[in-house]
């Protein structure tokens, strides 16, 4: 019995030796990781609308509402981030296949470079006053923290596995320098948000993603993946028109609609 389970142990390591230069096999215990990638892609054009009052004196037919709509750019983007994740068991398919199961559970956070989203609102809905075209723009900074759920397909010594994830959490959008000059009837250099030109929202944020992971060893991996993002709609508020010379409005109700990227990223993990 002794040199059986001497022989077994000798071959095991052997076998693990062999492997271990090229193709490690994927372990099957549990364990925690910690991830950093990064990457790009580029985002949908996407709706947005304006709401504001100008108040007109009663002699000029007094308040008016100014209501404007169009569309958004799309724009490309680039991000890094960040992930800590812990890998249960994995559970194998059935008694005589080499593939297995691994569910991980996943924080992530990443944070999306600054980007600039323009484009033309019209108020075309009143009789009062000819149509009112805006030239708008929002800089935007994204930061997405999400709680996602990863299933991997592992085949024994292969250092190479396929997973597909599904995350949901939340999106913190922060504008700053806000910009809406009406270009038709011109007026020009008049921010119509001069009074207050920042605001910070958050919304709801889902992703998938799909992915290949490479096992350098049994501490590191590196790992390719494409995600797609979702960023519920998200309402602003922005400062009032305060000029000389210019009707004095309201504050400025911002609504842009739902976002969706399109991204790619490489990344390495630390298992222990």
Do not use: C
């Amino acid at each position: 019995m002794q040199l059986r389970i001497s022989s077994s142990v000798f071959l095991f390591a052997l076998t693990s030796t062999a492997f271990a230069s090229h193709s490690p096999a994927a372990t099957s215990v549990a364990k925690f990781y910690l991830g950093a990638f990064g990457g790009g892609g580029s985002s949908n054009h996407f709706k947005a609308s304006q709401f504001g009052t100008a108040f007109f004196p009663e002699a000029m037919g007094g308040p008016l509402s100014i209501n404007a709509f169009g569309q958004l750019n799309s724009k490309k983007t680039a991000f890094l981030g960040f992930q800590l994740g812990y890998q249960a068991q994995e559970i194998p398919l059935n008694a005589s296949s080499q593939w297995a199961l691994g569910v991980a559970a996943e924080l992530e956070g990443y944070f999306m470079n600054k980007r600039s989203f323009s484009g033309t609102l019209v108020n075309n809905n009143t009789v009062r006053l000819p149509e009112h075209d805006f030239m708008v723009s929002y800089p935007m900074k994204k930061s997405v923290f999400l709680v996602n759920a990863v299933l991997s397909f592992k085949k024994a010594n292969l250092p190479i596995h396929p997973y597909i994830g599904f995350g949901i959490g939340n999106a913190i959008t922060k504008i700053s320098d806000a910009y809406a000059m009406q270009i038709n009837p011109p007026e020009a250099d008049v921010n119509h948000y001069n009074t207050s030109i920042s605001d910070t929202k958050s919304t709801f944020a889902g992703q998938l993603k799909l992915g290949l992971n490479y096992d350098i060893n049994k501490y590191l991996s590196l790992f390719g993946e494409y995600r797609w993002l979702y960023l519920a709609s998200t309402d602003f508020l922005f400062g009032s028109t305060l000029f000389l010379n210019h009707v004095e409005t309201s504050s400025w109700q911002v609504k842009l609609d739902a976002q969706k990227y399109n991204l790619g990223s490489v990344g390495i993990r630390f298992k222990w």
